[in-house]
């Protein structure tokens, strides 16, 4: 039964691109040419003469929410697309269809088991903005302070399903059949999407979301974020402070404030590491319809941040790592970075340092001392891959969200200020951090935390060392090795090593893809 609607979702989707006229999207695709027969079934809803953009966009909406957020993503990406696609993709950020708002009303009013104009002052029936996942109302309390109401989409947990099932469906033939699918492993791939965008779901989430990254920013001058009323919150429907400012994208807007942009550019670097490195806590859903712009001081802009339904955070062996990268490729230190590879087995036996130094020099050297608007990030990222490729690098699911949040403030820094120098905003940043986690103010900060354990330990060493000798004493020290265990362990270790050497490649990208804007 299963199998049968997935195949039934297949379908859907391909009668959905005939009618958008989009049929070479099909033919392109290795695993669906075979239905293409079925194009003939299939009659047009719409002219294939309309703009492109436009067919894109409307296809993409049909489809549902999975496909929405596939469109947001690459709409940031306005150098690797013409301008009027990327103009169209633009819309699905803030501007998707809204549902009724009867329905909306109706989800408000069971989630409060009482009228929409009893739980709110004054209830806004026209929606402020709709997107993929939920659409949004602006609202008043009693308090009287001014708010918006979110809420999801009906039937949204539906329609992820069967698209999860097909995107399931398509990585297990690719596993089984693609000449890369072990090392891409796009099973796994699948199944950490499937974490994220299931948590996407959940509001009370979202909102817990909100209101960690509001405290990890408390006093901050760079980042506002709004706060929650969590006596209005419920799994589907968040309730939280309304924020005004200019919309990031509009650039028109922000120039005629007179913002400075150059510090606004600089300032998302700042909040970029912050979010990474300091606290571990990373706005993962990057596209422009989430970010605004606070222009009371025009000199110093402040970013505004809503929509916490996706955040990422890192394990802190993988921060340590990246950010030692992070250095290395800052200093064109080739050969640090190659040799820690070696040492630490990150490559398969046998990798030659000087073959693994030099191609990642092919790679770097000729992008530095360039602002942004000179790099072409598309055949850089294209150099990396087939870098990978040789090393036989394997893809690190738990790098997702790092990767899809560097490739969309990539984009949306070629909008704000193509000019930025990258490597003399980010260095002395990094450098910063590096010096406060393993400097020596560091050493004696995990020293002071870590006192009372090691006290514990001290007092508890005399009785050990008697209860060992004793036992030495009797004769009944004995040593047992279990076979399957060591292998286990072996196992894990080198489970370990393939995941850092994946770091290697996305740190690579990171520096040369989005170290400039972030929140």
């Known amino acids: 039964m299963a199998r049968r609607k997935t195949l039934l979702r297949v379908l859907r989707i391909q009668r959905v691109l005939v009618q ?6 099909i033919a392109a695709t290795h695993l669906l040419r075979p239905l293409r027969f079925l194009f003939y079934l299939f009659p047009r809803r719409r002219n294939s003469s309309a703009p492109l953009g436009e067919r ?60 929409v104009d009893t739980v709110f002052e004054r209830f806004d029936r026209e929606p402020l903005a709709a997107a993929s996942i939920a659409q949004v109302h602006t609202a008043k309390i009693s308090s009287g302070a001014e708010v918006i109401v979110k809420v999801l989409r009906p039937g949204v947990e539906e329609q992820i399903d069967q698209d999860l099932d097909v995107l399931r469906w398509l990585a297990g033939l690719a596993a089984k059949y693609w000449r890369h699918g072990k090392r891409l492993r796009p099973l796994e791939v699948v199944a950490e999407y499937e974490r994220t965008v299931i948590d996407e779901l959940d509001l009370m989430r979202e909102a817990a979301n909100t209101a960690q990254l509001r405290r990890n920013f408390h006093g901050s001058d760079l980042l ?121 087995g990150w490559v398969p036996a046998g990798t030659r340092i000087d073959q693994l130094e030099m191609a990642v020099r092919t790679v770097c050297e000729p992008i530095f001392n360039k602002p942004l608007a000179e790099i072409s990030f598309a055949q850089v990222l294209m150099r990396l891959f087939r870098v990978a490729r040789r090393f036989d ?22 909008e704000l200020y193509p000019e930025l120098d990258l490597w003399a905003t980010a260095h002395p ?14 050493m004696i900060e995990d020293l002071r935390e870590n006192l009372p354990h090691l006290r514990e330990a001290l007092r508890e060493l005399p009785g050990a060392i008697r209860h060992l000798a004793e036992i030495a004493a009797n004769g009944d020290i004995s040593i047992k090795v279990q076979a399957e265990e060591i292998q286990e362990l072996r196992d894990e270790l080198r489970r370990q090593r393939k995941q850092r050497l994946w770091l290697t490649i996305g740190a690579t990208a990171a520096i040369i893809a989005a170290l400039f804007l972030a929140i």
């Open 393 to 414: 690098v394997e893809i690190q699911p738990q790098m997702i969200l790092l990767h899809k949040t560097l490739f969309n403030i990539e984009g949306l820094g070629r």
């Open 429 to 442: 940043v990094m450098k910063q951090w590096m010096a406060d986690r393993v400097g020596p103010a560091a």
């Open 56 to 115: 894109i966009r409307l296809a993409l909406e049909e489809l549902g929410p999975i496909f929405v957020k596939f469109g947001q993503a690459i709409s940031t990406r306005r150098d690797l697309l013409p301008r009027d696609i990327a103009d169209e993709l633009a819309k699905l950020q803030d501007s998707v269809p809204p549902f009724p708002t009867e329905q909306a009303v109706q989800i408000i009013e069971e989630a409060y088991g009482e009228s």
């Open 20 to 25: 958008y006229g989009l049929e070479d999207v």
């Open 224 to 344: 506002i974020v709004p706060d929650i009323y969590w006596d209005f919150c419920r799994p589907e429907v968040l309730v939280q402070e309304r924020i005004y400012g200019t919309p990031i994208s509009d650039m028109d807007a922000l120039r005629a404030a007179g913002t400075n942009i150059k510090v606004l550019a600089e300032n998302g670097v700042e909040i970029f590491f912050t979010q990474v490195f300091r606290h571990n806590f990373f706005h993962a859903d990057m596209h422009p319809g989430n970010v605004f712009v606070i222009t009371t001081d025009p000199d110093k802009p402040k970013y505004a941040a809503v929509d916490f339904g996706i955040v990422g955070t890192l394990s802190p062996q993988d921060q340590r790592y990246l950010a030692e990268n992070f250095l290395a490729f800052f200093e064109r230190d080739y050969h640090r970075i190659a040799k820690l590879h070696i040492d630490s």
